[in-house]
């Protein structure tokens, strides 16, 4: 979860609290807390398209958290480092580290960071041709964001269904499982003006792809799912 809240509340808001962090954790020669400000600041040059930097920050983030034996610093480190590979599509790599990931979240029974990485697993599995199993994922980690009652969850594991949609070439399930997210982000406060404009290009291209009519339709029926619906569609086999 602190993946999309430092990002959505500002790298410029983030940034200066997280280098103090860092500043102070060095000078007491606390590595713990050192490790920690570097994970958001790897994240920050993450969502700032600066892959190659953030993958550095990380992985010393992530010897740092070795050395103090925290697993779960660890595993969140690793999760974080997977995801700097999404911008070069370098989806081998961010492939294994979310699996890695995954692994130390599971043998630490969390819950939802297994969630969370199982999401990863599945948009990566998609972007690697494995449909199959990244459908499989993206179902597991659906299912335990309902146990878990995390609506931000859920509606971030429709938004990777919607994106396997694409993949998939159904277009029409695609734009309203966009949508069914986009309703759920409103309704709980986490709909951003970054996420109006990816979704507005995302859709864009769903346009393209489908007649007018069926577009329209799409959305509107996509808007109209309360969450349960929208999660038993994406529950659903592929049309």
């Given at each position: 979860?602190?993946?999309h809240?430092?990002?959505?509340?500002?790298?410029n808001?983030?940034?200066?609290?997280?280098?103090?962090?860092?500043?102070?954790?060095?000078?007491h020669k606390?590595?713990?807390?050192?490790?920690?400000a570097?994970?958001?600041?790897g994240?920050?040059?993450?969502?700032?398209k600066?892959?190659?930097?953030?993958?550095?920050?990380?992985?010393?983030?992530?010897?740092?958290?070795?050395?103090?034996?925290d697993e779960?610093?660890y595993a969140?480190?690793?999760m974080?480092?997977?995801s700097t590979?999404?911008g070069?599509e370098?989806?081998?790599?961010?492939?294994?580290?979310?699996?890695?990931?995954?692994?130390?979240?599971q043998?630490?029974?969390?819950?939802?960071?297994?969630?969370?990485?199982?999401?990863?697993?599945?948009?990566?599995?998609?972007?690697?041709?494995d449909?199959?199993?990244g459908?499989?994922?993206?179902?597991?980690?659906l299912?335990?964001?309902?146990?878990?009652?995390?609506k931000?969850?859920i509606?971030?594991?429709?938004?990777?269904?919607a994106?396997?949609?694409r993949?998939?070439?159904?277009?029409?399930?695609?734009?309203?499982?966009?949508?069914a997210?986009?309703?759920?982000?409103?309704?709980?406060?986490?709909?951003?003006?970054?996420?109006?404009?990816?979704?507005?290009k995302?859709?864009?291209?769903c346009?393209v792809?489908?007649?007018?009519?069926?577009?329209i339709t799409?959305?509107a029926?996509?808007r109209?799912?309360?969450?349960?619906?929208?999660?038993?569609?994406a529950?659903?086999?592929?049309?």
């Amino acid at each position: 979860m602190a993946n999309h809240i430092v990002l959505k509340t500002g790298n410029n808001q983030a940034q200066p609290f997280a280098e103090q962090a860092l500043l102070i954790a060095r000078s007491h020669k606390d590595k713990h807390n050192e490790a920690k400000a570097l994970v958001i600041l790897g994240l920050i040059s993450n969502y700032e398209k600066n892959f190659t930097t953030s993958q550095r920050i990380l992985r010393e983030s992530q010897e740092l958290f070795q050395d103090v034996h925290d697993e779960w610093g660890y595993a969140n480190a690793t999760m974080a480092l997977g995801s700097t590979f999404w911008g070069d599509e370098d989806w081998v790599t961010a492939h294994l580290l979310s699996q890695k990931a995954y692994a130390g979240f599971q043998k630490l029974g969390d819950r939802y960071f297994q969630s969370v990485t199982l999401r990863h697993i599945g948009f990566t599995s998609v972007n690697l041709g494995d449909s199959t199993n990244g459908i499989a994922a993206l179902r597991e980690s659906l299912l335990l964001a309902q146990q878990l009652h995390s609506k931000y969850e859920i509606g971030w594991t429709l938004w990777r269904f919607a994106e396997a949609a694409r993949r998939m070439d159904n277009s029409i399930r695609a734009a309203r499982l966009y949508e069914a997210a986009r309703t759920i982000f409103e309704n709980i406060g986490t709909w951003w003006h970054e996420d109006k404009l990816e979704l507005e290009k995302i859709l864009s291209a769903c346009r393209v792809e489908l007649d007018e009519a069926e577009f329209i339709t799409a959305i509107a029926e996509g808007r109209a799912m309360t969450m349960e619906q929208a999660v038993a569609y994406a529950l659903e086999d592929q049309e």
